[in-house]
């Protein structure tokens, strides 16, 4: 059964950092596009940024030149490195991934249970 375990959430103060992980495991046999969204507090989830198998990346307006979105296809993780935090990137940050299963070599689209990021003074 696929997992996707998102983890490096955390209180942070406006202009900090944070890195997140999300680790899929469980009868994998490729991980095709993956991505990072976010819900705040009563709005819809919305992209963040998303990367390919092959490294290609892509970033929401809001995320460009301070979030870098990167993944480790040997260890089936991604990660995103936030700097230069401001308090309204607080949300719930989701992890969001393509995967084939070994077993049935069929793909589905994967959902993580969300690591909340939290940027106040």
């Known amino acids: 059964q696929v997992q996707l375990v998102e983890s490096g959430g955390g209180l942070v103060q406006p202009g900090g950092s944070l890195r997140l992980s999300c680790a899929a495991s469980?009868?994998?046999?490729?991980?095709?596009?993956m991505g990072w969204y976010r819900q705040a507090q009563e709005k819809q989830r919305e992209l963040v940024a998303t990367?390919?198998?092959?490294?290609?990346?892509n970033y929401a307006d809001s995320a460009k030149g301070r979030f870098t979105i990167s993944r480790d296809n040997a260890k089936n993780t991604m990660y995103l490195q936030m700097n230069s935090l401001k308090p309204e990137d607080t949300a719930v940050y989701f992890c969001n991934a393509d995967i084939r299963l070994r077993l049935t070599l069929r793909s589905s689209n994967y959902w993580g249970q969300g690591t909340q990021v939290t940027v106040s003074s």
């Open positions: 469980g009868g994998i046999f490729t991980v095709y596009d």
């Open positions: 990367i390919t198998s092959g490294g290609i990346t």
